[in-house]
């Protein structure tokens, strides 16, 4: 059984940083596609970054700069580093896995896996 789950999230101010980590497990994909999702309250599930098998990162343009997606030692871990962060990044945020390459238009409807989120919080 694939399993994600999140965690990092918290309540912030205004400049400052979280880390989010996602561990997995139940799977094994050669290619793969890791991302970390945002969804603010009454507004759609929007990407915010992601990280393919080789290592190359797509961001959103309102995050780049500020937030660094990477992926652990153990190949099922990865994580968002997010850095001085504003009150217009409050939001669930997801992670989710894919067995398919990256591709930036492709939205939600790529990823097979997600985790249940972890809830950023940022107060000006």
């Known amino acids: 059984q694939v399993q994600l789950a999140e965690s990092g999230g918290g309540s912030v101010q205004t400049g400052d940083s979280l880390r989010l980590s996602c561990a997995g497990s139940g799977y094994s994909y050669s290619r793969h596609c890791m991302a970390w999702f945002r969804q603010a309250p009454g507004k759609e599930r929007e990407e915010v970054a992601a990280?393919?098998?080789?290592?190359?990162?797509i961001y959103a343009d309102s995050v780049k700069g500020r937030f660094t997606i990477s992926k652990g030692s153990d190949s099922n871990i990865f994580y968002l580093q997010m850095n001085n962060l504003k009150p217009e990044v409050t939001g669930m945020y997801y992670c989710?896995?894919?067995?398919?390459?990256?591709?930036?238009?492709?939205?939600?409807?790529?990823?097979?896996?997600w985790g249940q989120g972890t809830q950023v919080t940022v107060s000006s």
């Open positions: 989710a896995v894919s067995h398919k390459d990256c591709d930036e238009g492709a939205g939600l409807g790529l990823y097979n896996h």
């Open positions: 990280v393919d098998s080789d290592g190359n990162t």
